[in-house]
């Protein structure tokens, strides 16, 4: 459990979309600070977020923000990118894209931040999954979502030690740019940052913000051929 009030946070892709709600959020749960990421970042009105050029599939960027940003106890891993191709006819380069920022980036930021957060009392890692982690039928992003919920499990018993929280979080369309032309029911991002924090903050191990992600969690016990989506 983490307290949000007076907290150091990091956002990576915490300029747009979940990420800006999230750290919209933060700040108004009483964080003191946000470090907002992005490839090409933009001044922010508020003094109280800072944001920061970072491509987090550059290894040299992420160590150079863990040594600026060394005040920091809630990570919240968050940036990713979405090529909705079949796996069968996706450009391989943009296959290996969707790993290299979706599954490999939160663990390059993990492995960064870890003893930061850990010579900061613990704090909290929170990783931004989705429903698609246990659904078929959408291509590299989904098998990206499935291998960062098992990173995140693994991250949750390795970081155990030093107390930090580790949250994994499930849900279904955001109502963001990245799936705008997706024609499915959106929530609204203010709500899904609600949720986030509202984990963070009860000390939850994973957080599944809407019914789609319940239900299809629970479908996970039942015959795989359930476990399909259309888009």
Known sequence: MVTIKNAVALVTGGQRGLGKAIA???????AAKVYVTARKP???????ILPVSLDVTD????????????DVNIVVNNAGVLFPSPLLKADPADV???????VFGPLRVARAFAPILAANGGGALVDMHSVLSWAAGT??????????????NSLRVELAAQG???V???????????????????LSPAEVAAAVLDGVENGAAEVLVDEVSRR????????????????
């Open 59 to 70: 290894p040299e960027a992420i160590e150079a923000l863990a040594g600026q940003a060394r």
């Open 164 to 166: 930090t929280q580790v």
């Open 96 to 102: 290996l894209a969707t790993f290299d920022t979706n």
């Open 216 to 231: 299809m969690k629970a479908a996970l016990s039942g015959p795989v051929e359930d476990l399909t989506v259309s888009i």
């Open 168 to 186: 994994g979080v499930h849900l279904g369309f955001a109502d963001t740019d990245m799936v705008a032309d997706i024609p499915a029911q959106k």
């Open 24 to 30: 919209e959020a933060l700040l108004e749960r009483g």
């Open 139 to 152: 291509g590299a992003y989904g098998a990206s979502k499935a291998a960062l919920w098992s990173i995140t």
């Open 42 to 48: 933009v001044p922010a009105d508020d003094p109280r």
